[in-house]
């Protein structure tokens, strides 16, 4: 196998290097500049229904959602970041669900074929754990992995209660590290986003496995 044959065959893995690297390289030349004084000073400045808005909006069109879940563990500290991100949750699942019942159903299965993403094919005696693993794997975008299950024939009732709750328990590693920013050394922040990077490629890694055993893939 030829090395351009390898690098086409893990593009994503490839990729997420790459923006691994640029995100080290433009975190290291504003090592000066970012602190945790500068940090907590940007998350408290946001107006707070701006922040709210975008919390609740942004993550529904794909924008990551990490950083803003970081935010609201730093103004509202980790239980009150938590008990936000956890309505947001299931706020998130209840909009996919009617978007992708409604008049964006074609538009939203079409933009995710585009990108790759395949809707799965869910016996219904497997729907809750199924949607509940579904949740929990690393892999697919938080947005494409809601609209792609909701895509399906699982009823809201399951895919709201096996799903969100599962969306809410990752929120405690980007809340967590948000409320606990003023304890934290410069390192700590790099050590996060290296593992948050580190996590995608994983995922990548284990559709690909998955692909080649001959699993129905759920992306």
């Not at 809340?175 to 995608?200: E, H, R």
């Amino acid at each position: 196998m030829t090395l351009a044959t390898h690098i086409r065959q893990h593009k994503k893995l490839v990729a997420a290097f790459f923006l691994l690297a640029a995100a080290g390289a433009v975190l290291w030349s504003y090592r000066d500049h970012v602190d945790r004084e500068s940090i907590v000073a940007f998350a408290e400045g946001l107006p707070l229904g701006l922040y709210l808005a975008a919390l609740l909006v942004l993550p529904l069109v794909g924008f990551p959602i990490s950083p803003l879940l970081a935010v609201a563990g730093i103004r509202f500290g980790f239980a009150g970041g938590m008990a936000l991100a956890t309505g947001v949750m299931f706020l998130h699942n209840i909009a996919a669900f009617r978007l992708t019942h409604g008049w964006f159903r074609e538009r939203l299965r079409n933009r995710l074929a585009r990108a790759g993403y395949a809707v799965p094919s869910i016996d219904p005696k497997h729907q809750v754990w199924f949607t509940a693993l579904f949740a929990a794997i690393h892999g697919p975008p938080y947005a494409a992995k809601l609209y792609l299950l909701a895509l399906t024939d699982v009823p809201l009732r399951i895919y709201l209660w096996a799903g969100a709750p599962i969306y809410a328990l990752f929120c405690v590693i980007p809340v967590g590290a948000g409320s606990a920013v003023d304890t934290l050394k410069p390192w700590v922040i790099y050590v996060l986003v290296g593992t948050s990077v580190a996590l995608l490629a994983v995922g990548v890694l284990l559709k690909r496995k998955w692909k080649c055993c001959g699993v129905d893939d759920a992306d």
